[in-house]
């Protein structure tokens, strides 16, 4: 049954990051607040769901307790929505995905966990796929900018945007994994209550978003414009909520197969946004997941 919630989760999660990405254009300054109200909404109406018809004994206090992971959670999912709006989706997913390495890190250093010689060789194909993206992307930028008669600054800091912004999500979802770990194993919470804390967090940003975008911005909404949106919220919460059986199922297989799913996501990009990489892309982009791999294998 493990893998049935698992190969959902993978389809969820990369039809996400491809409607994510459909919903984000670069002209559109609010499409990732946009984003959050989705998320927010469907989110909301799923802790609802969990809690009168779902059954699942709640305690308010359980969204105080649970907010600084929430709001970890929710910080990097605000930078990953805003860069789609910049870099493609086939380099954007890998990248985010990457914060798994960023957890390891910190429950070494900090924990004092321990870590077997292939958690390293994972942490480090991590890193150097990360890095060798953002320079790649770096070096691309500028060698257009001198074919085009452009300044290389301008160029530059518009490639270092496109970059940043998922390397901001990988930074700080780490975080928010590191302590949600904290967490959960401190026996404060159970996971469903925390995944209910989480979405009904989520519920007053989506409300916070839309004060700022529709009220105070007077920005219109239309349901052509937003389906897109309101699909990758959809993917979203309906991924989370099997990622949570697949791994209570079967962890030590499950991890490792949901962790693939970002190769489905450059996988879509490639068949409907028609994204085209180079061979040094996909060869960064296959050592990143080899990495991905190695430690939700471990």
């Given at each position: 049954m493990w893998l049935l919630f698992s190969l959902f989760s993978i389809l969820a999660w990369s039809g996400s990051d491809l409607f994510s990405k459909l919903g984000s254009r670069p002209d559109d300054s609010y499409s990732h607040w946009e984003m959050v109200m989705a998320v927010g909404l469907v989110m909301g109406a799923h802790a609802i769901?969990?809690?009168?018809?779902?059954?699942?004994?709640?305690?308010?206090?359980?969204?105080?307790?649970?907010?600084?992971?929430?709001?970890?959670?929710?910080?990097?999912?605000?930078?990953?929505?805003?860069?789609?709006?910049?870099?493609?989706?086939?380099?954007?997913?890998?990248?985010?995905?990457?914060?798994?390495?960023?957890?390891?890190?910190?429950?070494?250093?900090?924990?004092?966990?321990?870590?077997?010689?292939?958690?390293?060789?994972?942490?480090?194909?991590?890193?150097?796929?990360?890095?060798?993206?953002?320079?790649?992307?770096?070096?691309?930028?500028?060698?257009?900018?001198?074919?085009?008669?452009?300044?290389?600054?301008?160029?530059?800091?518009?490639?270092?945007?496109?970059?940043?912004?998922?390397?901001?999500?990988?930074?700080?979802?780490?975080?928010?994994?590191?302590?949600?770990?904290?967490?959960?194993?401190?026996?404060?919470?159970?996971?469903?209550?925390?995944?209910?804390?989480?979405?009904?967090?989520?519920?007053?940003?989506?409300?916070?978003?839309f004060i700022y975008v529709v009220l105070i911005k007077k920005q219109p909404l239309t349901v052509e414009r937003e389906r897109p949106k309101l699909l990758a919220a959809l993917c979203e919460t309906a991924g989370q909520f099997t990622y949570v059986f697949a791994i209570g199922a079967n962890a030590i297989l499950a991890a490792p197969t949901i962790a693939s799913y970002s190769i489905f996501s450059v996988l879509w990009s490639r068949i409907f946004l028609k994204e085209k990489l180079t061979p040094k892309h996909y060869a960064i982009i296959g050592m990143a997941m080899v990495g991905i791999f190695i430690l939700g294998m471990e």
């Open positions: 769901f969990e809690m009168t018809i779902g059954g699942v004994d709640f305690d308010w206090n359980s969204v105080m307790i649970y907010l600084p992971v929430s709001a970890l959670y929710i910080l990097s999912m605000i930078f990953g929505y805003a860069g789609l709006r910049y870099i493609e989706l086939s380099i954007s997913s890998p990248i985010c995905n990457s914060s798994g390495a960023i957890t390891s890190l910190l429950c070494f250093f900090v924990l004092g966990q321990s870590m077997t010689g292939l958690q390293f060789v994972g942490v480090t194909l991590v890193c150097l796929g990360v890095i060798g993206l953002a320079a790649l992307e770096r070096s691309q930028a500028v060698k257009e900018t001198v074919d085009s008669g452009e300044e290389v600054p301008s160029k530059y800091s518009k490639s270092f945007l496109a970059v940043l912004f998922p390397i901001l999500y990988c930074i700080i979802d780490g975080l928010g994994t590191f302590a949600d770990t904290v967490v959960l194993d401190s026996g404060m919470l159970a996971e469903r209550q925390a995944n209910i804390a989480y979405e009904l967090t989520f519920l007053c940003m989506g409300i916070a978003a």
